[in-house]
């Protein structure tokens, strides 16, 4: 095990909330769906007990709305409360007055139920691009103090293939923290996380993060979703090959991995690892 300690994340939503099934849930069905997300949420929070590890958890206003329990017990089992924002819709679908009370009401409630404050939030899918920079001034006028919304890959759902790949100050007071990839032949490719974790061997995977953090001397930031280790959710009909394959692929293999992964390195939360002073990032836990 290296000695740099990186950033583990997981996006708190359930499967039906998932961007890509968008065309074939409407909004107003989902409180109609089998919910496995609190289910889910004990086994990650019993892994990362198993493991000691700490963890960040940006968790959707929907989902504390409806299981409070759940926000309740992620702070009181020492993990950090982020916000996934409140209704799981891309900042890119949203205009300003709009992704203001999506992101304000999230911040607003999650630090009601956690009695934390909540410093972090990641865009559902990475949807803050070069398009709708703004997003950032919301987020500082809201409080929110770093945010890891940006994915600096090429995608045909979200990514801002030239923005920068490590932490940085996106405007005073507020850091962009961007999901972790790989640079090889001028491109960057996704290394840490999401359907690409489930789609390559384990050990590929654990290669990417050991050579991140070896060529340069950085903590990761490694993310999933709580659908992701449930081989048991129900099945959603009618969708196209490329989503059901991108959504459903080696699902049945992913808590086992994500339980070697936690052994492999060394895992923070992310507040304790990018806001602290200069330095934290490098250390060991
Ligand atoms: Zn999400």
Redesign the pocket.
Known sequence: MNKIRNAMSI?V?DYF???AFAPYIARGEWDARECRVERNIARILDLLDAKQVKATF?T?GWIAQRYPQIVREIVARGHELAS?GFG?ERASDLDRAAFLKDVGDAKALLEDLGGVEVKGY?A??FSIGKDNLWAFDVLQECGYRYSSSVYPIEHDHYGMPDSPRFAYEVRPGLIEVPVTTLRWRGKNYPSSGGGWFRLLPYGVSRWMIERFNRIEGRSAVFYF?PWEIDPEQPRIPGIDAKTRFRHYVNIGRTESRIEQLLGDFAWGRMDEIFLAPTGAERLAA
């Open positions: 996006d939503e909330q998932v961007s940006f959707l996934h799981h990641r559902p899918s979703h």
